[in-house]
């Protein structure tokens, strides 16, 4: 059995289509296709339903597709080991879910370029569905995420638990709110948060549902730093990581609310493909520049606490 045939279908199976295949191999459409035609005839089967978009595999194809993973992943091994010395090569494609924070993604670039200079960066800053979706689809092979405490990534894919985001509720500084805040009290004023479903808008929305309290949504909009230049402007509350805060340009211009029956909290996964061969390396260095990220989220937390009950008692004496 040829590798290189097994290679193209996995290709094909991985992005949907023989032409995504081919960019990915670096091979022209019909010489992938003739590759799977040839797999095709040496296994007797049909391995893709050809007349689904994006293409899929038909039974017989999906058995030979979670055969041909790990027997590839050994080849890239062996590759890895004796060309490579061990190191990770080729292509590595990540995600950091938008939700830490718009710099979030600099530490897992730094430590990657400067461990594996040879790697092949492909990094994406999206929502946690739309990474989940990416890593399904085999498109990536590994991304931090986040979800509401007490949920999972599926157990298809490999996981590593790496802690807790928490959040804080922010305001402009220019308007006026007392002290012993409750949603309740919040429950008057509009919200900015994430155009797509996230775990902090959900987080949001069940906190004001359990109390039977109206949510209001001024602005769906992506990106922590606009989120906060529009609450900075007073046009609504918005919650974001405590090293966010602490980083903004606007954050003179804001204060941070004690709410004392909401904290927002969210759980941050580490997944990855089963199959992730000899990018074990990367993923392992992707998890560690994901933990020092947090433990500088952690410390920003801190930080922005003692911050606000300075403020507090400053304004009650």
Request: with cysteine; net charge neutral; aromatic share 8%.
């Amino acid at each position: 059995m040829n590798l290189f045939d097994l290679e193209s279908f996995v290709a094909v199976v991985d992005s949907g289509s023989v032409m995504a295949a081919a960019l990915r191999l670096h091979l022209t459409q019909s010489a992938v296709t003739r590759r799977v035609q040839s797999l095709e005839e040496e296994l007797g089967v049909s391995l893709l339903n050809r007349q689904m978009r994006p293409l899929l595999p038909t039974r017989a194809g999906q058995s030979a597709y979670d055969l041909a993973k790990p027997v590839l992943a050994t080849v890239n091994n062996l590759k890895s080991m004796v060309v490579h010395d061990g190191k990770p090569s080729g292509e590595f494609r990540f995600g950091v879910v938008r939700g830490l924070g718009d710099l979030a993604l600099l530490d897992p670039v730094r430590c990657l370029r400067k461990k594996f200079p040879e790697l092949q960066l492909h990094a994406y800053v999206q929502g946690t569905r739309t990474l989940l979706e990416r890593l399904q689809n085999k498109t990536i092979d590994a991304a931090v995420l986040l979800f509401s405490q007490g949920a999972e990534p599926p157990t298809s894919l490999g996981t590593v638990y790496l802690g807790k985001q928490s959040g804080i509720v922010v305001a402009a500084k220019s308007l006026s709110y007392s002290d012993g805040l409750r949603l309740q009290d919040l429950s008057c004023h509009s919200w900015i948060v994430n155009a797509e479903d996230c775990a902090t808008r959900r987080s949001l929305e069940d906190a004001f549902g359990r109390q039977g309290l109206a949510f209001r949504i001024a602005i769906e909009a992506d990106g922590k730093d606009f989120q906060l230049s529009m609450a900075a402007r007073g046009l609504g509350l918005t919650v974001v990581p405590s090293q966010v805060y602490q980083t903004s340009l606007f954050r003179d211009q804001l204060q941070v609310l004690r709410v004392s029956d909401f904290s927002p909290a969210q759980d941050v996964w580490l997944a990855y493909s089963k199959y992730i061969g000899h990018q074990e390396k990367a993923v392992e260095c992707l998890r560690y520049a994901a933990l020092q990220y947090l433990e500088g989220m952690e410390s920003a937390c801190l930080l922005t606490n003692n911050q606000a009950a300075f403020a507090s008692s400053e304004m009650a004496g």
